[in-house]
Structures are given as C-alpha cells and as structure tokens.
C-alpha cells in the first residue's frame, strides 16, 4: 500500500502538466524517499513478525543502517526545503515563479539528496569498524544505532560522538528553520483581509505541516528524550510511526486535502 500510494504520486505528478510546480515535484521527491524507506524497513519487519525473529549478516545490517539513515536523513532535508518553497508562494507570492524556477528546485532536490548521502556514509564507515563479540541478537525490528551500539563490543563512544555532532546541528538548524518560516506564513495569513483568502493560503500548507509534525515528532521522542529501559521498549514501538505509517500515510494527507491532485487522479483513471 505504501509503495503503490507512493509510486501513484510520482506518475501522477509526472504525466499531469499542471502539477509542473516546485511543491509538486519536491512532493514526488519526498515519495520516493519514503519508499526507499519502506522497502528498507517493511520486508524485514514483517519476517521479524512473522517469524518472531529474523537472521541478518553484520554487513548487512550495516547495510540496512546506511540505507535507512540517508532515507530519514534526506527526508528531512526534503520537508526544511519544501516549508520554504511555502513560505515564499505565501509571503512573497509575485516572487515566487523567479525565485522558485525549475534549476533553483533542482539544485536544492539534489542537494538534499547529496548532503544525506553524505552525512550517513561518514557514520556508515566508523560503524563498519566495530567489532562484535557480545550477544548477536538485536532487540528491535531493524537495524537502528542505539541497538546496533549495544552489541557491540569496541568503544562506541567516537561513533557516537560523531553522530551526535552530526545530526545534533542539522536537526537544530532544520526544526528552527521550519518553524522560523511558519512564523512567517502565519503572519502573513493573519494579514489577509477575507476570510477565503486565509484558508486557501493555510490550505496550501495544511499538508505539508502535518507531515513535519508527525515526522519529526517521533524523531524528537526517540532521539532526544533519554532511553531507559521502558523508554527504549517505547521506543519501538514510536519507530513504526516515521518508517511505517509516515510513509504510508503521506500520499494519503497529500492527496486528500489537496484538490489539484485528487483532480489529476480521477481524470488519469478516466482515461483509462
């Protein structure tokens, strides 16, 4: 389901020519990363279900880490680049088609998709020097880092060091940003006179918010918070929120709340 509601958001947005705008094809950027998420993620989740329990090589659960990591990583990239694509159709709307044009949009896309590529294989490259000699079972349902650090046993400590240098700042810098532009959207909404007006400027961010919140509010609470015992066991469970159900529930919100492509999509099935 993830995949297909996924795959129908980029066709549809890359056979209809007046979804040819700047949130648009950020939109069909973010579907594909989050089946590349999916299908990193899901498989193995469902034999671990299934099965209870599912062998795995350490390269390749290294392998899983990386892929899953530069998804996520790049998914957060993707969502800061797609709140300023909104704040300026909102705020400086007679600017939009000069700033927002086809090579600035591509540049950020393939930056997004540079920078986590990046990010992740300078992490990927000192895990694969860990050693393992403790218990080889890993108590999640895929290969995240706290579990992947407890197995271990070298001196994790450079590692994590490395990733919380890392991720601590693009994660700063992405929330403050996001939140620094919807300040600004808001305001702007606020300004509008009518009242139609006002919801069909929030209309166009309705979307797009309720991913962020949901995404990076389960990244907050399992990265951020302490991880005890409970918390860790929680935890788990909060990870099927962003690589589970986000992916599967973002052509959903998208599509549901947004006219254009419920639009482009009965008119592509009455074609055929």
């Known amino acids: 389901m993830t995949v297909n509601g996924n795959l129908l958001i980029i ?3 890359s056979a209809t020519n007046f979804l ?3 949130m648009y094809f950020f939109l069909s950027q973010l579907s594909f990363c989050d089946i590349v998420l999916t299908t990193t993620i899901v498989p193995n989740l469902l034999q671990v279900t299934l099965q209870n329990g599912s062998p795995m090589t350490a390269s390749g659960c290294i392998t899983q880490l990386n892929v899953f990591s530069f998804a996520s990583t790049t998914e957060c990239l993707l969502l800061t680049m797609m709140s300023y694509d909104r704040y300026v159709a909102v705020c400086k709307p007679l600017h939009y088609v000069t700033i927002m044009n086809f090579q600035f949009c591509l540049a950020l896309a393939v930056l997004a998709w540079i920078l986590g590529f990046t990010i992740t294989l300078i992490v990927t490259i000192l895990i694969s020097h860990l050693n393992f000699c403790n218990s080889n079972t890993i108590d999640h349902f895929f290969c995240d880092y706290a579990p992947f650090f407890q197995v271990s046993c070298s001196d994790t400590t450079i590692v994590q060091t490395v990733v919380f240098i890392i991720s601590t700042p693009e994660t700063v810098i992405e929330t403050v940003f996001i939140m620094a532009t919807y300040v ?3 305001l702007a909404i606020h300004r509008i006179s009518s009242t139609t007006g006002r919801q069909k400027a929030f209309s166009t961010c309705s979307s797009h918010l309720t991913v962020v919140c949901t995404y990076y509010g389960t990244l907050i609470a399992i990265y951020v918070f302490p991880s005890g015992e409970q918390s860790f066991n929680m935890n ?3 990870s ?8 599967l529930l973002n052509p959903i919100i998208y599509s549901l709340r947004n006219h254009e492509i419920k639009t482009a999509v009965k008119k592509m099935f009455k074609m055929y």
């Open 11 to 13: 066709i549809v947005v």
């Open 20 to 22: 040819h705008s700047p």
């Open 240 to 247: 099927l929120v962003y690589t589970v159900v986000t992916p």
């Open 236 to 238: 788990k469970i909060v």
């Open 184 to 186: 600004c959207i808001f």
